[in-house]
C-alpha cells in the first residue's frame, strides 16, 4: 500500500510541485496538503495519513510546533522536517518532538521519496552537519517563559504591551528580559532578540 502523507508548506507553488512529484513512483501518495501548520492535526486524523511532511515555516502554526502537537497527540507518529535554514533550536526542539528526519530545501526528490520511505518504516535521517551544528551551539538556555517573552518582543513593542498580552505585569517581564540578556551574553533587548532567534530558540 502506498505510504499516505500530508504536505504542509507555505508557499503554494512549492507545495504543489511537490503533492506531485512525491506520487511520480506510485509508493507515497500525497492524500492532503496545507499552506497552514494548524491543520495539519486534522487532516492527519481525517486523511488516517502515515507520516506527515512539514516545512518549518509556515503561518499558524511553523513545522517544529506542528511537530510537537502531533508529538503529544500521537506519540511516535512519523514526521519529516523540510528547511532551508537548520538552525540549531529548532533541530533541538524537533529532537525532543521525536522528528525523524530533517531535510534541507537543497535535497533532491529522489533522496526525500528515500527519505520518507525510511521514516515511514522506522527509520531516522539526520544529516550529521545538521548534528554538529545543533552540538556545537549547545542546550537553548532560555526558559519556555523567557523565550515566549522575547517572542512577543520580535516587533519592538513597548514592555506594557507584552506584559497586556502575556497577562503579566510589566516587572516581570523586565525581570525575564534582563535574564534572557545576561544568558545570552548581549548588551540589550534587540540583540537578545536577534540571538534568539538566529539560533532558532524563537
Do not use: Y
Request: with cysteine; charged share 20%; glycine share 10%.
Amino acid at each position: 500500500m502506498a505510504i499516505k502523507v500530508v504536505l504542509a508548506a507555505d508557499e503554494a507553488l512549492t507545495r504543489e510541485a511537490l503533492a506531485e512529484l512525491l506520487q511520480l513512483p506510485g509508493d507515497i501518495e500525497v492524500v492532503a496538503h496545507t499552506g497552514r501548520g494548524d491543520g495539519v492535526l486534522g487532516l492527519v486524523n481525517g486523511h488516517q495519513a502515515g507520516l506527515a511532511l512539514l516545512d518549518v515555516h509556515m503561518p499558524g502554526r511553523n513545522g517544529i510546533e506542528v511537530a510537537e502537537q502531533l508529538n503529544r497527540e500521537r506519540p511516535g507518529f512519523p514526521v519529516v522536517i523540510l528547511t532551508c535554514d537548520a538552525r540549531p533550536g529548532h533541530l533541538q526542539r524537533a529532537f525532543k518532538a521525536g522528528v525523524r528526519g530533517i531535510l534541507t530545501k537543497e535535497t533532491s526528490i529522489r533522496e526525500l521519496s528515500r527519505v520518507i520511505r525510511e521514516v515511514h518504516a522506522g527509520g531516522r535521517h539526520i544529516p550529521a552537519e545538521l548534528v554538529t551544528e545543533m552540538l556545537a551551539v549547545g542546550e537553548n538556555p532560555l526558559t519556555a517563559r523567557e523565550a515566549e517573552i522575547l517572542k512577543a518582543a520580535e516587533d519592538g513593542r513597548p514592555l506594557s504591551a507584552i506584559a497586556s498580552q502575556l497577562h503579566l505585569s510589566p516587572g516581570t517581564v523586565r525581570n525575564h528580559i534582563h535574564s534572557a540578556i545576561h544568558k545570552l551574553k548581549v548588551g540589550n533587548r534587540i540583540s537578545a532578540v536577534h540571538a534568539a532567534s538566529r539560533a532558532g530558540w524563537i
